[in-house]
């Protein structure tokens, strides 16, 4: 874990605790979905993709070519709460999940 004065490294753990809890969970995908898939006006994308394929290759894959390129961090994030819709009534849990989630919105959002 990065010390608790690095935001950004904070921020990169909690990416990378993201992965880790997709791929447990089984639920990370080797190829992205089709260009047309991004085009959703819609919120998390969520008329043309898995809550979970957007946190892959939206949220997760934004937020490392932020890090990457040290651009400024999103100074709000509420994508727990979406996580927590999602799994309501699923099989997998994604309780581990849900807690990076809030994590980085913690983190995001304090600035």
């Known amino acids: ?3 608790s004065g690095d935001p950004i ?5 909690c990416l990378l ?8 969970l089984g639920l ?4 992205p979905p089709p260009e047309e898939a991004f085009q959703s006006a819609q919120p998390f994308c969520i008329d043309t993709l898995e809550f979970t ?14 890090i ?5 961090l999103p100074s709000a994030s509420g994508i727990a709460p979406m996580a ?6 699923r099989a997998e849990s994604g309780n581990r999940l849900v807690r ?4 980085i919105d913690r983190l995001l959002s304090e600035g």
């Not at 490294?9 to 753990?13: F, L, N, T």
């Not at 990370?28 to 190829?31: P, Q, R, T």
């Not at 927590?84 to 009534?89: A, P, Q, S, T």
């Not at 990076?100 to 994590?103: D, G, I, V």
């Open 68 to 72: 990457e390129n040290d651009h400024p």
């Open 28 to 31: 990370w995908e080797s190829e």
């Open 100 to 103: 990076e989630l809030e994590a």
């Open 53 to 66: 394929q957007w946190l892959q290759f939206v949220f997760v894959a934004r937020m490392k070519v932020i």
């Open 1 to 3: 874990m990065t010390e």
């Open 9 to 13: 490294g904070q921020v990169a753990d």
């Open 84 to 89: 927590e819709e999602h799994f309501r009534g």
């Open 17 to 24: 605790n993201i992965e880790m809890e997709l791929r447990q």
